[in-house]
């Protein structure tokens, strides 16, 4: 358990510190030369995303909906219903653990 806890605040501080300083040294100044590709860059940074259904929904999202494709049942709004507290559920703690790492 103190492992893990070690390796989040490890990965939270990598996140705020490492990445920020290696896209503006390593990207923007000795990677990069022309002002379009630096304003590229920043706007993928900017915009970016992240699945959730290939992250913190995988088992309990995802392969709900695959097993409806793979059994080739038309079982897909019953599936919604039926998942709906567990996503939205998921969904309100990964808003929450956004924001509390500082995320908007």
Request: glycine share 4%.
């Amino acid at each position: 358990m103190y492992a893990s806890v070690i390796l989040e605040a490890l990965a939270c501080e990598y996140q705020k510190r490492v990445i920020p300083s290696y896209y503006e040294i390593s990207i923007k100044v000795k990677s990069v030369r022309d002002d379009d590709s630096i304003e590229m860059i920043e706007m993928m940074m900017a915009n970016r995303h992240y699945d959730l259904g290939d992250t913190i929904w995988k088992g309990e999202v995802s392969d709900q909906y695959m097993e409806c494709f793979s059994n080739k049942t038309n079982t897909f709004q019953s599936v919604t219903e039926r998942i709906e507290p567990k996503v939205t559920g998921a969904l309100e703690k990964a808003v929450e653990a956004f924001r509390a790492a500082g995320g908007n």
